[in-house]
Every structure is written in C-alpha cells, then in structure tokens.
C-alpha cells in the first residue's frame, strides 16, 4: 500500500480514538423507551388538510419534541404535533405545525418532488425494520408532494421514486396543517401474521435564517448509520396489500420538421406519428412487484440541462428521467456503476420484477429489446461513443442479502446481445458494518466482450475481449471526524456496456478526511470543517495520469448558506507530458430570503488544453439562481462561463452557456414551462494546432414549451413543443435545424 493510502488509513484510526473524547448529548425533554402502537380505525376521513375528521381522535397523538439541527437534540422554538392511525387500507398522518409567525411560512406551489427548499413536513418508513432501506413521503403546507427512497446501504437518497398516494394542506392562522394517507398497496413489508414493527422518523422542516430539523426521534452524532436511530412503532395487523394492480394504456403523437443539409431550404414538413403502449405493474406480493411494458415510449419529455463539452475528453453523463426505469433503481445500485438504463435506448418490450424474497433478501430483475445498441469506448484519458442501428437483447439481475446489523453481500449479472455483438459482465459486492462509525464496501467484476469487426476497426478496440475490475472503500463517520478512502482497479479490456464507466486501464485510489467544529448560541456560523482530499492515478504499466493533495474548508452559517473553499498542486500526464498545476475551487450556496436560492461555484488556476497538449489558464464560473418571483412562478437559471488562456496571454476560447426555465405552476398538478437553452463559443483559432477543422465560433439554441398535467404519477398528460438552431462556418447564421410537436397521455387503472 502507498504512501497516501497508509497516511489516509492511519488518519482514519487516529479519528476513531477522538471520537471516544466527543461530548455527550445534551438533555432533551422527554426521551421514549420502547416501541408505540399505532391504532387501528375505520372512522371517516377526507384529505383536505383540515384536521376535523372523526378519525384523528383515534390516533397516536406524537409531539416533535427534538430539534436534531443545527441544534444537537434541543427543545424545537415551535411546536408541532403528528397524529399516526391506520384503516387497513392506508396509514394515515396529520400534522399540527404551528409558526409564532404564520406570515414567515416559505412555500410555493410547484411541481412534485421540487419543495425541498420551502416548509414541510412528513415521515420515513423503514417498514422491514431492517436499517437498510425506508420509504420517505413529505409534503408542503400546500400539500405539494415528494417521496424519496432512503439507501441506507449505499449513503443515497433518490427522489426518482414515485407512489400514488394523497395529501392536502393548509396554511392557517396559527401556522399550517397537512394531511397524508398512504395506500399500503404502494409500500413493500414483510408477509407475516399478526402485529408488525416498522422503524419510523416523523418529520418537520422549518428553514428560516437556519433550516432547523424537528422529529421525533434523537440523532446521535457520533453514529454515521440513519435508520439505525428510528423510534420502533408496533401495528399494522390489519394491514392488507390489496390487489395493487395497474393497468396504464399511453398513448403518444409526434410530428418532427427537419433539413437534412444545413442551409438547404426550409424545414421539410414531417408526418404526424401516434403510437399505443401498455403498462402493467403487478404487486405479486406486499414486498414483490412485477412490470410490463408493451411498446412503450420511452423518449424524454424534460429537457436536460444541458452541459459545455469544450475541452473534455470524457463522455458526458445525464441521468436518468423515465418512470419505468426510476421505480427501484437503487436496488441495482453497486460501487461501480455497471447499470446505468440510459444504455436502453428505443426498446419495444421492457419487464422489470424487484422487490424482496423473505425478510433479508432484495432482487431487481429486467430485461429490454432495444432497437439501438448504444456502445461507450473507455480508456484512461478519455472516451468516445456511438450508436448501432441494430438490435440487442439486454438483461440486468440484481441480488442482494442482508446479514447482521446492517450488513450485505450481493451479486451483479448485465448482458447485451446483438448481430456480432455481445457484452456479459458478472461479480460480487458487499458491506460490511465494522460498528456505528466504520463500514467497509468492496466489489469484484468480470466481463466478456466481442465487438464487430467493422466497429473493432473504426474505434481500435479488439474483437474480443476479457477484463474484470474491483474496488474496496472504507468509510469513517462520527460526530466530529470523517474519513474516507477508496482504491479501484480496472483492466483496459474491461467494458461494463449496461452501465456507465468511461475510464479503464486505471488503478486509482482517492482520501478525503475532515475535522467538524460546531457553534453555539453565540456564534455566527452553524459548524466549519477542516480537511484534505487527494490521491493518485496511474495506468496499469504504472505511467502516472494524475496526482492531488487539496486542502480545503467548508462552513454552513446565516442564510442556510454553505461555503466549501480549496486549493492545492496536482500533477497530471497529457500526450507524454507530465503537467504540474495550481488550482483552487470554491462553492458557496445560501438562501438570502424566501423563494430565493442561489449558488456559485467557480474554478481558478492552471489546466491543461487537450486539444492542443499545452499548459493553459482556466476560469470557469457557474453561478445558479431559483427563484420563486411569485407564489406561481418559478425562475431557474443556469449560466457558465468557461475560458482557457494560452499562458502568454492570449484566449484560447470562450465558452458560454445558459439554460433558462421560466415554470408557471397553476396548481400542484399542473404546469407550463418554457426552457432556453443557449450555448456559444468563440475560438482562438491561430492558437490550434488543427485550424483547418476548427470552427473560428459555434452558436446553438434549443426551446421547448411545455404543458404537464399530472393527476398522479401514471396518470398524466403532456404536450409541448421544441425546437433546435445552429450557427456554424457552414451555416453563417443562427440557423433551425428541426422542430418537433409532441403530446403524451397515459391513465393508470387499478381494477
């Protein structure tokens, strides 16, 4: 082991034995023992978010009574009571926020899963009792929804979830009010007889000149795991799954106008394309869900936002944005991430089935017909891409086991088979829970890949090929230390194609290890932290790629601002040169009044030109504004400016990009957007070693207006309009290159 790693790794001890010197918790009021019951009730209730239904009065009355930040385990400045019942059908919830300042309240209406910034209030079910995976379902006072999935195991929290599930609030006189009923035909709990025990964390979120957390439950600092901390509530006897079958018919209509030349006339007038699909979702059981697509449209409604490519050798990375794909995506999650579904393109027939096999076992399933074969060419300095106009069948199988406390060993199988084309990749991982502080994870891959002669020609790759790839991460938590190291090691015949890995032929190990100091009452700043991150690359022949040690600080103070600032020296290797650089970074954040959220991060300092292997200046500034102009509209804009100097002097190009997305919400279900995306370049071009094929400046736009109506998550209708222009030395002009009207419905039928 090298230097960086023992240092890294001897750090780490050295945090472990200060963590036995953290203070104890503060006293709180009132501290639970035990387990509660939730009570069981038939009484009438209406979701309207006023609490004057029969059906409260049977519930279990829970106060917030602990305010876990930025105050550690203190008595919360407001108070809020939650009220807990179910009817066999659904678990139902209300909550009583009250504000000393009901004017104060920060919330808008907007589209689900988009209020994190505002009031809100909610609950995270751990419904196996397990500590590794709960459900989250949160609300706005104006009953705008989000629900995530906690992964506990992997340290993730994804919104890409969706259940079909009820809420309504109200904003009163004394603060606000909300109401939540849950279907349990959305959930996932263990098939037994009797009374269950769920952990459970009751939540509310009060951002004001700090973004205090309220629950119901302790956080004990010095315990990096989450759901190992919940309260334990009893019940649920009566719970029954249902049916929980849906049954969702799309159907979807397009017309694309393009030129098939620039500058070759007007846009050729396209036909009108409608299509019929099906989907059908099948809870086998209460914790097992089948999924069929029949034709299904998986083309994107939502732009991305769109990124610079100027002097990058890597291939870019979008994430994904399709409901069929999002349910249960973090079951496939793994250290190395060997599935990624934006390799599934245009598929006719798609079958997904995840869900868990007894109390410990967790399996996701799917398998696409895809019409497009994808294929992302890794190397150690870059990577390229392209798309076959052929057909692969491709699978994904994912098993999981828990074992202990909150431990999991697990294994991976990807395959892709097309006309002269195949890819398999199989391996293990596993976590491992040392204790409350440390846990260790490791994976180990193998791959099997054969490309066709004319794509192994084009791209220099081998027809054939067999790699494997593995990588093992320690990671320590505590109150006041962290650390965290990792080495991974990929073949350069490795290929992961149902996944997203664009670096091979690398042996790399990266640290990061910081020391938090927290305030008091007295002082301006909530916490600040002091800490290192670096670590070294280098090819399998042992020729160096890269090599950093950074220093940096990071604090979070008034206006829920965040600051994290660093610099340092790192060396990197280019086209047989070896570059020594100075950089520095910062990122800052902060929310100055409501509906107002704006962050910046900027780079500084000196970075290689790849395009024509020379040592250059960078300044790179990506400022972002959301902001709430009314309790309807929504502003977010992106904006980045990238520009490389030679280091004499001169510009050798000037990048910029906005992304604008102007969203009235007229309720929260439904909403119009308009996005603008801009993107100019202006080059340099004497300062290029290849001037005959660079463009002196290149100009894009993109536009797209579109209208959302969303009943529920499968129940929804879109239409809209884009379109995109280009300006280049052949066009000479700002030039529209196509357009495309579209429109999308589906309805979700559960008989």
């Known amino acids: 082991m090298n230097r960086i790693l023992m240092a890294a790794l001897s750090a780490a001890l050295l945090a472990s034995a200060a963590a036995a010197q953290a203070p104890s918790e503060p006293p709180i009021a009132a501290v639970r023992i035990g387990s509660l019951a939730i009570p069981h009730s038939m009484a009438a209730v209406d979701i309207d978010g006023l609490l004057d239904d029969p059906i409260w009065a049977a519930a279990l009355r829970l106060p917030l009574m602990i305010e876990t930040y930025p105050r550690e385990n203190a008595t919360p400045e407001v108070e809020t009571t939650a009220y807990l019942v179910e009817n066999g059908d659904r678990l139902l919830i209300a909550f009583d926020a009250r504000d000393p300042d009901p004017a104060s309240i920060r919330a808008y209406l907007r589209d689900r899963d988009s209020a ?57 006189e004394h603060g606000f009010t909300v109401e939540i009923a849950i279907p349990f035909s959305q959930l996932r709990f263990p098939r037994v007889a009797g009374e269950q025990t769920w952990g459970i964390d009751v939540l509310r979120f009060r951002p004001r000149a700090q973004r205090a957390r309220i629950s119901n439950n302790r956080q004990d600092r010095n315990r990096s795991c989450y759901l190992c901390q919940f309260g334990k509530f009893t019940g649920f006897e009566n719970a029954e799954a249902g049916k929980a079958l849906e049954v969702v018919p799309t159907l979807t209509a397009a017309r694309t106008d393009s030129r098939s030349l620039a500058g070759a006339g007007p846009l050729e007038h396209g036909d009108f394309e409608s299509d019929a699909g099906l989907g059908v979702r099948w809870g086998v059981t209460p914790d097992l869900t089948l999924d069929l697509a029949l034709n299904p449209d998986f083309s994107q409604v939502e732009a991305d936002f769109a990124q610079l490519q100027e002097n990058s050798t890597f291939a870019l990375f979008y994430p994904e944005t399709r409901p069929f794909f999002l349910e249960g995506e973090d079951y496939y999650a793994s250290p190395l991430q060997a599935v990624f579904t934006r390799t599934v393109a245009d598929p006719d027939v798609g079958t997904k089935f995840t869900g868990r096999l007894g109390r410990n076992n967790t399996v996701g399933v799917f398998g696409t017909n895809d019409a497009v074969t994808n294929l992302l060419f890794p190397g150690p300095f870059g990577s390229r891409t392209t798309s076959l106009d052929q057909e692969n069948d491709a699978f994904v199988g994912r098993y999981t086991r828990g074992f202990g406390q909150a ?324 066009t000479r002009e700002l030039e529209k290159l196509g357009r495309t009207l579209f429109f999308k419905l589906s309805y979700a039928w559960t008989p």
């Open 116 to 172: 994190f910034n505002d009031d809100f209030v909610g609950v995270v079910l751990d419904t196996f009792n397990d500590q590794r995976r709960a459900f989250e379902f949160f609300v706005n006072p104006f009953g705008v929804q989000m629900d995530l999935i906690q992964d506990d195991v992997s340290r993730t929290e994804s919104s890409s979830w969706n259940a079909i599930w009820d809420s309504a609030g109200v904003v009163n």
């Open 407 to 730: 431990s999991t060993i697990g294994a991976l199988v990807t395959s892709r088979e097309g006309d002269g084309y195949s890819n398999q990749v199989a391996g293990f991982d596993g976590r491992y829970f040392v204790n409350d502080q440390s846990t260790l994870r490791f994976q180990y891959l193998d791959s099997r890949t054969e490309y066709p002669s004319a794509i192994a020609t084009e791209f220099a790759q081998p027809e054939a090929l067999t790699g494997d790839a593995w990588r093992v991460e320690y990671r320590y938590g505590s109150r006041n230390w962290f650390a965290q190291i990792w080495h991974q090691d990929l073949d350069p015949t490795f290929r992961a194609d149902s996944g997203f890995i664009s670096r091979v032929n690398l042996v790399q190990e990266r640290f990061e290890m910081n020391r938090t100091f927290y305030g008091n009452e007295g002082t301006w700043y909530t916490d600040y932290r002091i800490g290192v991150q670096g670590g070294r690359s280098e090819t399998a022949a042992g020729q160096l790629i890269d090599r950093s040690f950074q220093p940096f600080v990071a604090f979070q103070g008034p206006m829920q601002s965040f600051a994290r600032i660093g610099a340092g020296p790192r060396k990197e290797f280019w086209n047989g040169t070896t570059y020594d650089l100075q950089s520095a970074f910062m990122f800052g954040q902060f929310r100055p009044r409501s509906g107002l959220n704006v962050t910046m991060q900027m780079n500084r300092g000196e970075q290689i030109d790849y395009t024509n292997s020379r040592l250059a200046d960078q300044r790179r500034i990506q400022p972002q504004v959301d902001w709430n102009a009314t309790r309807h509209l929504l502003v977010r804009l992106r904006y980045t400016s990238d520009r490389l100097s030679a280091k004499d002097g001169p510009t050798v190009f000037d990048a910029k990009l906005v992304d604008l997305r102007l969203t009235w919400q007229f309720n929260v279900r439904s909403f119009v957007r308009l996005t603008l995306q801009d993107q100019d370049v202006e080059r340099n071009v004497d300062l290029y070693a290849n001037r005959l094929f660079t463009d002196p400046s290149t100009s894009s736009l993109a536009t797209q207006l579109l209208y959302s109506y969303k009943l529920n998550p499968q129940t929804v209708l879109f239409a809209g309009y884009s379109d995109n222009s280009l300006e280049d030395d052949t």
